[in-house]
């Protein structure tokens, strides 16, 4: 592989989503609000299940983790970009950007392992409803809950530790508004290929371990509830399942749809799409699903609501 100039670079130009001068207002604006509505949703649903007793149970655990890394997710990214467009400067130091990068793994990793407890924990609740505290007991559900952070912290370690040792000849410009992955192996003058490789396996890996596991949980689900006589015991199962269903259906649909159709957008473009999709839509979305969608959590928020009124 060509080599080019073998001077070691401090740091990257991030170009962001748009080079054209007249979007960027247009842009902070919308990435702004994004970024509130993202951290004061998720937000209010951690307060909420810490606060109320009632839902101190595994599914709003791992809901609370969840909401959590959704935060932390956009927090990653779009700070930096909103610094970058209020500043009119592109630059980000080596250091910087290989940490952003590393939690910005971290996140979408957690995500997809989540998604994968949530389901196992509805169908254990729909499925094995008499067995359900012996299985969900306090100390599974704390290790269902850090394995994946364990995990999602060794993904992205072995990702930058594969991408420290490579070199950065000819540019430091990456078209991106944050340091993802593929963009830096891109960026590179050294030889990706172990990287590239790392990158399929065990992107592979933790997209399809919990997608086998969400699809085989939810195939025991219908069943189960197919078998329920009544319409209003059927309506209640799916009642429980549905909000985690929808965000299982949008985060991997938008998979699919990024990366998994033939696009007429430039693989440059469809990387900064699927990154905004990731790491900003979806965390916005999410706290709109479980809140309208669960009646519990409707509840606590109309409970953390009045009793933030009844203070002033």
Excluded at 93 to 118: A, H, K, P, R, W
Aim: proline share 4%.
């Amino acid at each position: 592989m060509h080599q080019g100039n073998r001077t070691t670079i401090s740091g990257f130009l991030l170009l962001g989503l748009s080079r054209q001068p007249e979007h960027q207002k247009l842009l902070f604006v919308l990435f702004l609000g994004m970024y509130l509505v993202t951290v004061v949703g998720n937000g209010l649903i951690i307060l909420a299940i810490g606060l109320d007793s009632y839902l101190h149970t595994p599914m709003y655990l791992f809901l609370a983790n969840l909401s959590f890394a959704d935060i932390s997710s956009i927090s990653t990214s779009v700070p930096k970009m909103l610094m970058n467009i209020q500043t009119k400067t592109q630059s980000i130091s080596y250091e910087s950007c290989i940490t952003q990068m590393y939690f910005s793994i971290v996140f979408v990793v957690i995500d997809n392992f989540l998604l994968g407890v949530m389901a196992y924990d509805r169908f254990v609740a729909i499925c094995h409803p008499l067995n359900y505290v012996t299985l969900m007991q306090p100390r599974i559900c704390v290790l269902l809950t850090v394995i994946p952070w364990v995990l999602s912290n060794v993904v992205a370690l072995t990702h930058t530790l594969l991408l420290i040792p490579l070199l950065f000849c000819d540019s430091n410009i990456l078209p991106h508004f944050f340091c993802d992955l593929a963009p830096l192996l891109k960026l590179s003058c050294s030889d990706t290929r172990i990287n590239e490789l790392m990158l399929f396996v065990v992107g592979s890996s933790v997209v399809t371990f919990p997608f086998a596991l969400i699809l085989f949980s939810y195939i025991c689900i219908v069943k189960a509830i197919l078998r329920i006589s009544s319409m209003e015991g059927k309506q209640k199962a799916f009642t429980t399942c549905g909000s985690h269903l929808t965000v299982v259906l949008l985060f991997y649909g938008t998979i699919i749809g990024v990366y998994f159709f033939p696009s007429s957008t430039q693989p440059d473009d469809r990387d900064k799409i699927g990154a905004v999709l990731f790491t900003v839509v979806t965390p916005m979305i999410n706290p709109f699903i479980y809140s309208l969608r669960n009646k519990d959590m409707k509840g606590a928020l109309r409970k953390l609501i009045n009793r933030k009124h009844s203070c002033l």
